[in-house]
C-alpha cells in the first residue's frame, strides 16, 4: 500500500527521477530543496516517509533529522538519508542523528523502491 | 661544510671511543699532541702519510677518516631499522656498515627519507580527502550527478512505455547531466593537476623551503650585494610551491634586514677577531645577538672555515628553521631533543645560555652552543610579547672554559642513546627498555 513521500533534495534531475519512479509505483511525493526550513515543511506536510540529503543548501541534514527527532509527531518519523559520502564515520553520524536507513550516492531507482518500501513495512 | 674538513672530528671520535689518549695516539703516528689537537679540532688539514699512519694506528680505513659516516647519516639508518624491529638490524655495528659499505648505507638512508617522506604526503592527502572543502564540494556535486543519470537512464532502459513527454524530459535531463558531470570533471581535474604541480615529495612547505636552503648553502649572494628580495625570491623559489615561496620570501626579508644590519665586511672582520663566538661578535659591532646567529650562520667557507649550525624554534617548540651540522644532526620531522638549550632559552628570555655540549653516544663530538629567545614582533601596550628562539652550533672554541662540563644532548628522543632521560618522549631504538 503506497503512501505520502517527502523528498527534500537540491539537485533537480534526482528530484524529478524519483519523484517518477515513486509515482509509478502509486506514492504521493512532495519535494523540498532547502534545508533552512526543511524541518518546518516536514511538520507541515507530515509524509508516511522522508527521503533527506545530506547536504542541503542552508543546513545539513543531520541538523535537519536531529531536530526532527527531538520533536514528539516527528520521533517516530521513518527516514531514508542520501549522501554522497559513504565512510563508515557518515553511517555513524546518520546513525547517532536518528536515520532509519541511510543510503550512499550513487544508489540505482531499485534501491531507492526496496528502501522506503521496508521503510513503510516496518513503520 | 664539505666533508673532507671533518677528518679531524672522526680522529677525535674514533681516538675516545677507544679510550685512548690524545698524547698516545700522537706519539704513535709520530707527531706531536698539540699538533694532533689542531687536527682534531679540524684547525689542521690531514692528508697522505699522516693519515695512513693515524688511520693505522686507529685500525680503520682511512676512508672513513676522511668520508666519514655523518651523524644525519647514522640517524637515518637507525630510523630504517627502527621502522623494521623484527628484523633486528645490528644497531651496535650501524658505524662498521656505513664505513664498510658507504654506497649501500647512502641508498638505505635515502630510501628511508623518501619513505618518510611518502608517508607525510599520504598524510597531506588524506587529511586534504577529509577536509579540503572544494574537493568535497567537486566530489558530492560529481556523485549527485552520477546518481541523476543513472536514475534516468535506468527509467529510459526498463521495458515497458514511457509517456513521450517524460522520455524526452529524461533524455534532456541526461544530456544536461553529462555536460555538467563533464565540467565538473575537468575542474576536478585541474584542481588536483595544479595542487599536484605545486606540491613536493612531502606536501610541507617548510621542507621545500629547508631544501632550497640547503641546496644555497644557507647564503644569498644577492641580498649580500644590496639585491633586491624579488629577484633572490625569482631565483631561489621557481620551483617552489606557492606555500613555500611565501615562507623564502619571509626568510629572504629578514635576511636582507640582517645582511642591512650587519654588513658581510664588517662580520668577516670580527670573526677574525672573535671567531663564530655571537656574544662577543655582537659587542664587537654593537649588533642584536640574534641577527648575529643568523648571519654567522649565513656565513660562506671562505669567511667561517669551520661553519656553524642554526636552529630557530617558534613559540610551540616547532622548529621553523634548520641548519645542522654533520655531527649535530636536526631531525627533519618531529620534535627535537628537548635538552636543547634553544627550549630553555624561551623560559629565560633576552639571555645568551652559552654551552659546551656534546652528542649523547657520539664521544668527540664537542661543541659549543648559544641560544637567545627574543620577542617577535614590536612592543605593544597590554600585549604579552611573542618569543621565538634561536640557537647556534658552533666548532668548541679554543679558548673554551677547561672545566665546564658540557651539556649532553640528543637529537631527537627516537634515535638517543640516553638511558635516563627526564626529557624522554618516546621510546629510544637504541636503548632497551627506555
Known amino acids: 500500500m503506497a503512501g505520502h513521500v517527502l523528498l527534500i533534495e537540491d539537485e533537480p534531475n534526482i528530484i524529478e527521477a524519483i519523484r517518477f519512479i515513486l509515482s509509478r509505483e502509486g506514492w504521493r511525493v512532495d519535494t523540498h530543496s532547502n534545508g533552512v526550513d526543511a524541518a518546518d515543511v516536514v511538520r507541515a506536510k507530515s509524509p508516511d516517509v522522508l527521503i533527506l540529503d545530506v547536504m542541503l543548501p542552508g543546513r545539513s541534514g543531520y541538523d535537519i533529522l536531529r531536530d526532527l527527532r527531538g520533536a514528539p509527531d516527528t520521533e517516530e518519523l521513518p527516514v531514508l538519508m542520501l549522501t554522497a559520502r559513504g565512510q563508515n564515520k557518515d553511517r555513524e553520524m546518520a546513525e547517532r542523528a536518528g536515520a532509519s536507513r541511510f543510503m550512499t550516492k550513487p544508489f540505482s531507482n531499485a534501491e531507492v523502491l526496496d528502501a522506503v518500501r521496508s521503510l513503510t513495512v516496518t513503520s | ?434
Open chain 2, 1 to 434: 661544510m664539505a666533508k673532507g674538513t671533518l677528518t679531524g672530528s672522526r680522529i677525535r671520535e674514533r681516538r675516545v671511543a677507544q679510550a685512548m689518549r690524545q698524547a698516545d695516539l700522537a706519539k704513535k703516528a709520530g707527531i706531536s699532541a698539540s699538533y694532533l689537537n689542531l687536527i682534531e679540532h679540524n684547525r689542521r688539514r690531514i692528508g697522505g702519510k699522516l693519515l695512513l699512519d693515524i688511520a693505522q694506528v686507529l685500525g680503520v680505513e682511512p676512508a672513513l677518516l676522511t668520508e666519514g659516516a655523518g651523524a644525519t647519516l647514522m640517524a637515518s639508518l637507525r630510523e630504517a631499522a627502527s621502522a623494521v624491529p623484527s628484523a633486528q638490524a645490528e644497531l651496535d655495528r650501524v658505524d662498521e656498515f656505513a664505513g664498510r659499505f658507504p654506497g649501500w648505507a647512502e641508498v638505505l638512508s635515502s630510501s628511508q627519507k623518501r619513505i618518510s617522506a611518502l608517508e607525510r604526503s599520504v598524510e597531506t592527502l588524506t587529511d586534504r580527502m577529509t577536509h579540503d572543502p572544494h574537493l568535497a564540494a567537486s566530489l558530492h556535486e560529481m556523485l549527485s550527478t552520477v546518481t541523476a543519470i543513472r536514475s534516468a537512464a535506468s527509467i529510459l532502459a526498463e521495458p515497458g512505455d514511457i509517456d513521450p513527454e517524460w522520455q524526452a524530459r529524461f533524455h534532456r535531463n541526461i544530456y544536461e547531466d553529462s555536460a555538467r558531470l563533464t565540467e565538473t570533471s575537468r575542474g576536478l581535474v585541474t584542481y588536483l593537476e595544479a595542487d599536484d604541480a605545486e606540491a613536493t615529495e612531502t606536501g610541507a612547505p617548510q621542507e621545500e623551503l629547508d631544501a632550497v636552503l640547503a641546496a644555497a648553502g644557507h647564503y644569498v649572494q644577492d641580498l649580500e650585494e644590496g639585491g633586491t628580495v624579488h629577484s633572490a625570491q625569482k631565483r631561489l623559489g621557481a620551483d617552489l610551491s606557492a606555500p613555500a615561496r611565501e615562507l623564502l620570501g619571509q626568510w629572504l626579508q629578514r635576511y636582507q634586514k640582517d645582511a642591512q644590519a650587519v654588513p658581510k665586511s664588517d662580520l668577516a672582520r670580527a670573526i677574525q677577531k672573535h671567531g663564530a663566538d655571537p656574544a662577543a661578535v655582537a659587542e664587537h659591532l654593537d649588533a642584536d645577538p640574534a641577527c648575529v646567529m643568523r648571519r654567522l650562520a649565513a656565513m660562506p667557507e671562505d669567511i667561517l672555515p669551520e661553519g656553524v649550525g642554526l636552529a630557530i624554534s617558534d613559540a610551540s617548540g616547532v622548529l621553523t628553521y634548520r641548519k645542522p651540522l654533520p655531527e649535530f644532526p636536526m631531525p627533519r620531522f618531529g620534535s627535537a631533543c628537548p635538552l636543547w638549550p634553544l627550549y630553555r632559552a624561551l623560559n629565560r628570555p633576552m639571555v645568551i645560555l652559552s654551552h659546551p655540549v656534546v652528542q649523547t653516544g657520539r664521544p668527540g663530538s664537542d661543541l659549543w652552543v648559544d641560544a637567545l629567545a627574543v620577542p617577535v614582533g614590536r612592543v605593544a601596550v597590554n600585549r604579552d610579547p611573542l618569543f621565538e628562539a634561536i640557537m647556534l652550533v658552533r666548532p668548541m672554541p679554543t679558548n673554551a672554559p677547561p672545566h665546564e662540563e658540557p651539556l649532553e644532548l640528543g637529537s631527537s628522543c627516537r634515535v638517543c642513546a640516553r638511558a635516563v632521560c627526564p626529557g624522554r618522549r618516546e621510546p629510544s631504538i637504541l636503548v632497551a627498555g627506555a
